[in-house]
């Protein structure tokens, strides 16, 4: 198993940047894919960016594309979210996941706290 802890979330002014992070416990997170979720009130539950184990491969929502970034450090057991350009539709709490691969990302258990994003317009 795996525990998962997001920090970096607040508010910022629209057009700023937040970086989030969400450290994991354990010795096997290097063999983690991570992905980052968000949830908006009324709205379906949001896959944001996923990275695979060894960084090589990234997805993006359209909806971030171009403005969001995501990176890990395995040394540090550590996923990480740069978020720019943010703008007021991206307010909402950003939950970490991990997961054996990408493919199973959307289905496996092991979620985040979440943390709240408010971008202020």
């Known amino acids: 198993q795996v525990q998962l802890v997001e920090s970096g979330g607040g508010l910022v002014q629209a057009g700023g940047s937040l970086r989030l992070s969400c450290a994991a416990s354990?010795?096997?997170?290097?063999?983690?894919?991570m992905g980052w979720f968000r949830q908006a009130p009324g709205k379906e539950r949001e896959l944001v960016a996923a990275?695979?184990?060894?960084?090589?491969?990234?997805y993006y929502a359209d909806s971030v594309k171009g403005r969001f970034t995501i990176s890990r450090d395995n040394a540090k057991n550590t996923v990480y979210l740069q978020m720019n350009s943010l703008k007021p539709e991206d307010t909402t709490v950003y939950y970490c996941?991990?997961?054996?691969?990408?493919?199973?990302?959307?289905?496996?258990?092991?979620w985040g706290q979440g943390t709240q994003v408010t971008v202020d317009s």
């Open positions: 996941k991990a997961a054996g691969s990408l493919a199973t990302l959307s289905s496996s258990p092991y």
């Open positions: 354990g010795r096997t997170f290097s063999t983690y894919a």
């Open positions: 990275i695979s184990w060894s960084g090589g491969t990234t």
